[in-house]
């Protein structure tokens, strides 16, 4: 005998932490399955790093090339992945209406963002270490702390996920894709990812520097490179970036 209402069904969510896990893993794994996704965050950083270490293009001051070269490509890692990738993906599912479906799911809009942060990190730790070891590879020798390099990096992906998702929320999925590759490609050139930003005029530098790219690519070489402390001036540009970016996200993103 089967007691009474042994299989009794019990509807009801999953725990929110459990929701969010797999909704990560799910936005991981299409990332990853993504050729075009692939080609930017992945195949676009490494042809750079490999291609400008070891052809003398572009005049990069004293030292190895690579050491000027690797912080710079880290920086655009981090952007590819958490603006550029993120701001076409959820643009393109919020015109498809994936995003309207997930909304009415039992995963709160809080946690299918936080589903995405997490992916997005997931992300780039794979592009971290496989450009470091190709960095090794090519004979960088890095310096400074880590937690620096750290907290460099996450302030990065805050900064660059919450302009990525207040482009995907605001803008039409065609005006994101081009934009977002736009801004990828002007921000490749004047933010001090290959070009240093002493090459450019004077009155540039100064609003140059003031761009997420530049903070972040700029910071990750004063410590890598040039084994310098807490580089406070580029984290309080990241910061705002981040503060702003986020903020401005949350207010005006639309999920239809």
Request: charged content about 10%; cysteine-free; overall charge negative.
């Amino acid at each position: 005998m089967t007691a009474t209402g042994t299989y009794t069904p019990a509807p009801g969510a999953a725990p929110l932490p459990r929701m969010i896990a797999a909704q990560a893993a799910l936005e991981t794994r299409m990332l990853l399955r993504n050729g075009e996704q692939l080609l930017l965050t992945v195949v676009i950083p490494t042809l750079l790093l490999v291609l400008f270490s070891t052809v003398d293009i572009v005049d990069t001051g004293a030292g190895e090339a690579v050491d000027f070269l690797t912080p710079g490509v880290l920086a655009l890692a981090v952007m590819s992945t958490a603006f550029t990738g993120q701001a076409i993906a959820t643009g393109f599912e919020r015109r498809y209406g994936v995003l309207k479906r997930l909304a009415s799911s039992p995963l709160p809009r809080w946690g299918l963002m936080t589903a995405k942060t997490l992916s997005v990190l997931v992300t780039e730790v794979l592009q971290v270490i496989l450009l470091t070891v190709i960095a090794f590879a090519l004979g960088w020798s890095p310096q400074g702390d880590p937690f620096s390099v750290v907290l460099l990096l996450v302030l990065g992906t805050a900064a660059f996920s919450g302009l990525g998702l207040l482009m995907a929320g605001t803008l039409r999925a065609e005006a994101t894709l081009a934009a977002a590759n736009l801004v990828f490609l002007l921000l490749l050139v004047g933010g001090g990812v290959i070009v240093p930003l002493e090459k450019f005029p004077s009155a540039a530098q100064d609003v140059l520097g003031l761009l997420p790219i530049s903070a972040l690519s700029d910071g990750l070489r004063d410590v890598l490179q040039h084994g310098a402390g807490m580089p406070w001036a580029d984290l309080g540009i990241l910061s705002v970036w981040a503060v702003a970016g986020l903020a401005a996200a949350g207010a005006f993103f639309r999920w239809e």
